[in-house]
T-cell receptor, first 114, second 114 residues
Framework: EPEVTQTPSHQVTQMGQEVILRCVPI?????FYWYRQILGQKVEFLVS????????KSEIFDDQFSVERPDGSNFTLKIRSTKLEDSAMYFC????????????FGEGSRLTVL | AQSVAQPEDQVNVAEGNPLTVKCTYS??????LFWYVQYPNRGLQFLLK??????LVKGSYGFEAEFNKSQTSFHLKKPSALVSDSALYFC????????????FGKGTTLSVSS
């Protein structure tokens, strides 16, 4: 069964360092998303991406965040200068269409900022 | 703005008993409603959705949910709980005409005892 894969599963970084989280969405999907879940809190929408550009973003997704699809298979989230409050589980998701169907989620990348 | 409320942090039920996990939503237009489940150290898995039509929708693993427009609710139910249903459950909403991203509630931990 096709699945969304994410790497790394866990990354520890120092405050102020740049982090790149990687995702490989399901191959025929066209819409891509990043969500995050701070420990014990709700799953929060960060950004959606379609046709090589951001289609929606939340207030959380400020200038410190960026996304790109560099090679037609990977979908990356970059945090330019990490802060302590960026520590969270980051989930990538993809969907085949813009119709209101399910999103397929990866297993997440846990980011710990020290 | 879209929002979802899950009023219970935790629901405890004995195996074989019926279970209900509550969800209410707030949107300006028509809602698309979803339930996802998260097992430990895993990503979110789709359970079921309401788009239009019958207010009672059936999903994976014997779960069902009832859309109630007047009460703006979409409670998740199962007639007979299993220990293996123990997990974290998320309700999510997407408003028609408001993009493709899902907005999640904070999650409810379901604990089924044997």
């Amino acid at each position: 069964e096709p699945e969304v894969t994410q790497t790394p599963s866990h990354q520890v970084t120092q405050m102020g360092q740049e982090v790149i989280l990687r995702c490989v969405p399901i191959s025929n999907h066209l819409y891509f998303y990043w969500y995050r879940q701070i420990l014990g809190q709700k799953v929060e929408f960060l950004v959606s991406f379609y046709n090589n550009e951001i289609s929606e973003k939340s207030e959380i997704f400020d200038d410190q965040f960026s996304v790109e699809r560099p090679d037609g298979s990977n979908f990356t989230l970059k945090i330019r200068s990490t802060k302590l409050e960026d520590s969270a589980m980051y989930f990538c998701a993809s969907s085949a269409t813009s119709a209101p169907g399910e999103l397929f989620f990866g297993e997440g990348s846990r980011l710990t900022v020290l | 703005a879209q929002s979802v409320a899950q009023p219970e942090d935790q629901v405890n039920v004995a195996e074989g008993n019926p279970l209900t996990v509550k969800c209410t939503y707030s949107v300006s237009g028509n809602p698309y409603l979803f339930w996802y489940v998260q097992y430990p150290n895993r990503g979110l898995q789709f359970l079921l959705k309401y788009i239009t039509g019958d207010n009672l929708v059936k999903g994976s693993y014997g779960f069902e949910a009832e859309f109630n427009k007047s009460q703006t609710s979409f409670h998740l139910k199962k007639p007979s709980a299993l220990v293996s249903d123990s997990a974290l459950y998320f309700c999510a909403v997407r408003e028609d005409q408001a993009g493709t991203a899902l907005i999640f509630g904070k999650g409810t931990t379901l604990s089924v005892s044997s």
